[in-house]
């Protein structure tokens, strides 16, 4: 329990999420202004060790609009259910100087660059009343630099740790093993599990606000591409990329949901927190096939086991409860992305991020690099930290720099994909067996279903491996647009398992 500043009233920063932290704040038991102490004083409690920050708001800036907001709330003005509420920001999302953070996507190349302005959905959540206390590491470049290496690591940033995992990263272990946060939005993640705000905002080209928030007990919803402003944000590929909030409970996913899609306070996300499944039909995957191959997750049998079996006690539980329930359908595996012996989503995401990245730097106001291949060089010459032997690639962005990919290839991969994910996957399952949603593990290749057709994929907490503490949960897909569906399926989530527990080893250091 942090210490509340002056006579107000200390909040348990690790269960607490922005719901009820709004109640408070209503009550005059806490401060906007109060608030920002307790938050800061948890990440100067644990950041040393988790590595979940790169930057933090400026002091000065902060308590300034802290205090703002609860001169509006005190004169009767209260923008929305999240006035006042603190919240952190994926550092791949432009904040204009005047805000006090850079805009470095863990790179050192991007550390002093200056945006002209601050992405679209940064003006929304301020417009909203929220206040930003800092920026969240991630796996540099949005995981879009190097292959094979341990996730969720940035020069700018460090490697970000698990909150949950005894022990922290094994560094036997592959790179995105039981042992690992997973990323690109691992701070973003992390930082929520332990109580540095209630609730953040990252970004998942394929898999990086799911898979991290299964293994931090968190809610979140890649939403249907195109749906959230990609304004500002640093590109890997417009095609695949989408900002989703990340959040302990499904109300506060769904505010925040309504904020960065601007959505209509009449029809609100918010409007869809059923908590039942009775109107809702639904199709399973099985989670003894539907896995992450050993090369990307080192087997643990016990583990493995653990989550196979609690997913399948899961289903079974929902199975009496929904409208409709299919066991084990049969839907296209990722290896069908591929064609002519290549992996079609891989190759529109490195023809798409030198060109865009390069539009990207070359919009800014200020920066030590202005396209791809200088951000290369860069590296090259300052390898001592950005080519740490730890982290010593960058493939990724060599390939994006080299590939020649004419437009014929471009749009014939990408039909491809559509044509799998969509015509022979997510739409026939759900189609065929006259269902609304399709739920499977969320470690495991549903990510990529979801990036290859632009479907919406929601992700919620479910168990701890007891092999070391690690979360996991379970993600449900759904037609493209269907974002109240989803919205609808974590209610009653929410409603059917026990609550998400905080980290136990942050409980005792309280």
Same mark, same amino acid.
């Given at each position: 329990?942090?210490?509340?500043?002056?006579?107000?009233?200390?909040?348990?920063?690790?269960?607490?999420?922005?719901?009820?932290?709004?109640?408070?704040?209503?009550?005059?038991?806490?401060?906007?202004?109060?608030?920002? /102490?307790?938050?800061?004083?948890?990440?100067?409690?644990?950041?040393?060790?988790?590595?979940?920050?790169?930057?933090?708001? +400026? !002091?000065?800036?902060?308590?300034?609009?802290?205090?703002?907001?609860?001169?509006?709330?005190?004169?009767?003005?209260?923008?929305?259910?999240?006035?006042?509420?603190?919240?952190?920001? !994926?550092?791949?999302?432009?904040?204009?100087?005047?805000?006090?953070?850079?805009?470095? &996507?863990?790179?050192?190349?991007?550390? #002093?660059?200056?945006?002209?302005?601050?992405?679209?959905?940064?003006?929304?959540?301020?417009?909203?009343?929220?206040?930003?206390?800092?920026?969240?590491?991630?796996?540099?470049?949005?995981?879009?630099?190097?292959?094979?290496? +341990?996730?969720?690591?940035?020069? &700018?940033?460090?490697?970000?740790?698990?909150?949950?995992?005894?022990?922290?990263?094994?560094?036997? *272990?592959?790179?995105?093993?039981?042992?690992?946060?997973?990323?690109?939005?691992?701070?973003?993640?992390?930082?929520?599990?332990?109580?540095?705000?209630?609730?953040?905002?990252?970004?998942?080209?394929?898999?990086?606000?799911?898979?991290?928030?299964?293994?931090?007990?968190?809610?979140?919803?890649?939403?249907?591409?195109?749906?959230?402003?990609?304004?500002?944000?640093?590109?890997?590929?417009?095609?695949?990329?989408?900002?989703?909030?990340?959040?302990?409970?499904?109300?506060?996913?769904?505010?925040?949901? /309504?904020?960065?899609?601007?959505? *209509?306070? #009449?029809?609100?996300?918010? !409007?869809?927190?059923?908590?039942?499944?009775?109107?809702?039909?639904?199709?399973?995957?099985?989670?003894?096939?539907?896995?992450?191959?050993?090369?990307?997750? !080192?087997?643990? *049998?016990?583990?493995?086991?653990?989550?196979?079996?609690?997913?399948?006690?899961?289903?079974?539980?929902?199975?009496?409860?929904?409208?409709?329930?299919?066991?084990? &359908?049969?839907?296209?595996? /990722?290896?069908?992305?591929?064609?002519?012996?290549?992996?079609?989503?891989?190759?529109?995401?490195?023809? /798409?991020?030198?060109?865009?990245?390069?539009? $990207?730097?070359?919009?800014?106001?200020?920066?030590? &690099?202005?396209?791809?291949?200088?951000?290369?060089? $860069?590296?090259?010459?300052?390898?001592?930290?950005?080519?740490?032997?730890?982290?010593?690639?960058?493939?990724?962005?060599?390939?994006?720099?080299?590939?020649?990919?004419?437009?014929?290839? $471009?749009?014939?991969?990408?039909?491809?994909?559509?044509?799998?994910?969509?015509?022979?996957?997510?739409?026939?399952?759900?189609?065929? $067996? *006259?269902?609304?949603?399709?739920?499977? +593990?969320?470690?495991?290749?549903?990510?990529?279903?979801?990036?290859?057709?632009?479907?919406?994929?929601?992700?919620?907490?479910?168990?701890?491996?007891?092999?070391?503490?690690?979360?996991?949960?379970?993600?449900?897909?759904?037609?493209?647009?269907?974002?109240?569906?989803?919205?609808?399926?974590?209610?009653?989530?929410?409603?059917?398992?026990?609550?998400?527990?905080? +980290?136990?080893?942050?409980?005792?250091?309280?």
């Amino acid at each position: 329990m942090t210490i509340p500043t002056k006579s107000e009233r200390a909040v348990d920063v690790l269960t607490i999420d922005a719901q009820g932290l709004q109640k408070l704040l209503e009550n005059g038991e806490v401060t906007s202004f109060g608030l920002i /102490d307790q938050y800061l004083a948890q990440i100067e409690k644990h950041d040393g060790r988790l590595h979940a920050m790169i930057q933090i708001t +400026p !002091k000065d800036l902060l308590k300034a609009a802290a205090r703002s907001l609860d001169q509006e709330r005190a004169a009767g003005k209260v923008r929305g259910p999240l006035h006042g509420i603190p919240i952190i920001i !994926k550092d791949n999302i432009a904040t204009h100087p005047a805000l006090g953070l850079p805009t470095s &996507v863990g790179s050192l190349a991007l550390l #002093s660059s200056k945006p002209r302005r601050s992405a679209k959905i940064i003006d929304q959540i301020l417009a909203a009343g929220l206040i930003i206390l800092g920026k969240a590491n991630l796996a540099e470049f949005a995981n879009a630099r190097g292959s094979d290496m +341990p996730n969720g690591w940035s020069a &700018v940033g460090g490697q970000t740790q698990s909150a949950y995992v005894r022990g922290g990263i094994d560094p036997e *272990d592959s790179h995105d093993g039981h042992s690992n946060p997973s990323g690109s939005s691992t701070g973003s993640a992390v930082g929520v599990s332990a109580g540095y705000a209630p609730f953040s905002i990252g970004t998942e080209t394929d898999g990086s606000l799911t898979i991290p928030s299964g293994r931090a007990a968190l809610y979140t919803i890649k939403p249907t591409i195109g749906l959230v402003s990609s304004s500002g944000i640093v590109p890997i590929s417009s095609k695949f990329d989408s900002a989703g909030p990340m959040t302990k409970s499904s109300y506060d996913l769904a505010a925040l949901l /309504d904020v960065i899609t601007g959505r *209509d306070p #009449s029809i609100s996300y918010t !409007k869809d927190l059923t908590g039942s499944w009775s109107d809702i039909s639904l199709a399973v995957l099985n989670p003894e096939i539907w896995k992450f191959p050993e090369t990307y997750v !080192k087997p643990a *049998d016990e583990a493995e086991a653990q989550m196979a079996r609690e997913i399948r006690q899961a289903y079974e539980t929902i199975k009496s409860l929904a409208k409709k329930f299919v066991n084990d &359908v049969d839907l296209v595996t /990722d290896d069908k992305l591929n064609l002519d012996g290549e992996n079609s989503e891989w190759k529109i995401i490195l023809a /798409d991020e030198r060109r865009e990245i390069n539009a $990207y730097l070359q919009d800014l106001e200020e920066s030590e &690099v202005r396209s791809l291949a200088e951000v290369i060089d $860069y590296n090259i010459k300052h390898a001592d930290k950005e080519l740490p032997p730890h982290h010593s690639r960058q493939d990724t962005l060599v390939s994006s720099q080299e590939l020649d990919l004419s437009s014929e290839d $471009y749009d014939r991969h990408l039909a491809h994909l559509r044509k799998v994910a969509r015509d022979e996957g997510i739409e026939k399952v759900l189609g065929t $067996y *006259d269902v609304d949603v399709i739920l499977g +593990p969320t470690d495991c290749s549903l990510t990529s279903m979801a990036t290859a057709g632009g479907f919406p994929l929601c992700s919620m907490p479910l168990g701890y491996l007891d092999y070391n503490g690690r979360p996991f949960g379970v993600s449900a897909i759904a037609g493209r647009n269907q974002e109240a569906l989803l919205v609808k399926v974590m209610s009653a989530w929410e409603a059917t398992f026990p609550s998400r527990r905080p +980290p136990p080893e942050l409980i005792e250091s309280s």
